[in-house]
């Protein structure tokens, strides 16, 4: 049984509830656009690019395709970057550790925010910085806040889940800007605001966060932190080893870890990075042209489109409810499997099929429902997003941390993320087909995403397939 040094499950626990917060207030809340657009449209952001047009019957219009087609820009490029630089954070916490890392998000999440604090009609082209420096450093929250997991042992899957469903439901920041702003809160107040709680993150990353890394088994005597002035973070290597080899001598020959070289050209990549792709399309695509959408549907009915929006935002709140189910789903998976007599690794990896055939599924069925054009049905639509990302992130993060070495955990989670953000351009791609060519009816499109998710199934069967050998292997063996 693992000995901690006195005070550590308070310092546990605290770690996991601030990094929950972290995640819920600040990480993701560039996924709340739906409501920040509908404040920036009212404001007259890219306003410039509305024109007057003139209808069949000879009445005029103001067409503001182009200012839709610019705020997409802008969402757009945080996606894609909040997806690309995953990779060179990936590397700098795997080499650096958490300490570096988290200082350089900090750096770049006060900027994102003062950005947007001091932006203006005039000033719309500050929104393309701002938002990729708030998503990128909402990315390095959630990467630091994950190895929280290894602190909890057999509940390391729940965990992992709970601060994915965080990270999405930090939404709902973006909202509450929206109704303050109503209420008659400026903008520009409510950005100030997030940017001074950056204090938080410093306390957070110097007294509840270990300068390097938190390595998964725990060993026996782990710190991390400050105490009285003074940095813990001890580890009792010979505890450690004598730990590895009673559990190793329990389980099949200590294998020499993958190199990097060799995890990314494995097939658990390839499809993986599939499986991810896809369905971070069919998401970003829907969030990015929500508010376009609902004008269609609601022949631009101003009240309308806002208690679409409230009823989205508020939607994605449920994120952090419906996370943890993945991870217990995991959990409870891994220690059946652990009954039948596999070992630590293979039980972990079997447990993570049912969550991935599950996203694949929630993803199908949300992308179906998307495709229906019936403004009640968006109600669906929102729920069946949230589940999908719920699953999405969770299974992603719990998927890399036991199908590939722990000391690459960060650099194969950021590729993935990275190689995904050039799938994500093609999000602007379809939007721009919506407006000039199909008139601004995405129904093909939406009929073309439901097809395309259809492929983030090979990689649950895949690693179905790859089990079902392990077993059969043993299985010869032991007969």
């Not at 896809?278 to 009915?301: H, K, Q, S």
């Not at 403004?375 to 993060?397: D, E, H, K, N, S």
């Not at 999000?427 to 998710?453: H, K, R, T």
């Amino acid at each position: 049984m693992l000995q901690c040094p006195k005070g550590f499950g308070v310092r546990q626990m605290l770690t996991l509830i601030t990094g929950m917060v972290e995640c819920l207030c600040f990480a993701g809340i560039v996924f709340g656009w739906a409501s920040l657009v509908f404040i920036l449209k009212t404001q007259g952001f890219f306003g410039s690019h509305c024109v007057n047009s003139t209808e069949i019957d000879g009445s005029q219009v103001l067409d503001c395709r182009g200012q839709d087609e610019q705020l997409s820009g802008v969402f757009t490029s945080a996606s894609v970057m909040n997806n690309f630089l995953t990779l060179l954070t990936g590397f700098i916490f795997d080499r650096f550790g958490s300490f570096v890392v988290r200082l350089l998000g900090i750096c770049l999440y006060i900027s994102g925010t003062l950005l947007l604090a001091f932006s203006t009609p005039a000033l719309s082209v500050l929104l393309f910085p701002a938002l990729p420096l708030i998503a990128v450093s909402g990315r390095i929250f959630l990467i630091t806040n994950i190895q929280v997991a290894n602190l909890f042992g057999d509940h390391r899957s729940t965990i992992i889940t709970v601060l994915s469903g965080s990270y999405h439901s930090s939404a709902i920041v973006f909202l509450i800007i929206k109704l303050l702003y109503e209420s008659g809160i400026p903008i520009k107040a409510s950005f100030l605001f997030m940017a001074a709680c950056s204090i938080f993150h410093v306390l957070r990353t110097f007294f509840l966060l270990p300068r390097t890394l938190i390595p998964y088994p725990l060993p026996q005597n782990y710190s991390y932190g400050f105490s009285c002035g003074k940095s813990e973070e001890y580890v009792n290597h010979s505890s450690q080893t004598t730990t590895d080899q009673m559990e190793t001598a329990h389980e099949e020959p200590v294998k020499p870890e993958k190199t990097f070289r060799e995890c990314i050209l494995s097939r658990f990549f390839f499809f993986c990075l599939i499986w991810f792709s896809v369905i971070e399309l069919r998401i970003y695509l829907f969030i990015g042209t929500l508010n376009p959408a609902l004008e269609l549907l609601t022949n631009e009915d101003p009240l309308l489109v806002s208690q679409f929006l409230n009823a989205f935002a508020f939607t994605q709140l449920c994120a952090v409810l419906c996370a943890p189910w993945n991870g217990f789903i995991m959990d409870r998976l891994k220690r059946k499997y652990r009954d039948r007599g596999m070992n630590g690794r293979e039980a972990e990896l079997n447990s993570t099929i049912v969550s991935l055939f599950l996203a694949s599924f929630l993803a199908l069925v949300f992308s179906i429902s998307a495709a229906i054009p019936v403004l009640l049905l968006q109600y669906f639509t929102f729920v069946m997003q949230v589940l999908t990302r719920a699953f999405l992130q969770g299974t992603l993060a719990a998927f890399v941390s036991v199908a590939f070495p722990p000391c690459h955990f960060g650099k194969v989670y950021g590729l993935i993320v990275t190689l995904a953000s050039a799938v994500s351009l093609l999000q602007y791609v379809c939007f721009v087909v919506v407006e000039s060519l199909l008139d601004g009816d995405p129904l093909y499109v939406n009929i073309a995403m439901a097809v395309l998710v259809l492929f983030s199934l090979i990689h649950p069967v895949s690693v179905f397939l790859h089990c079902r050998r392990l077993a059969s292997q043993q299985t010869q063996q032991v007969s």
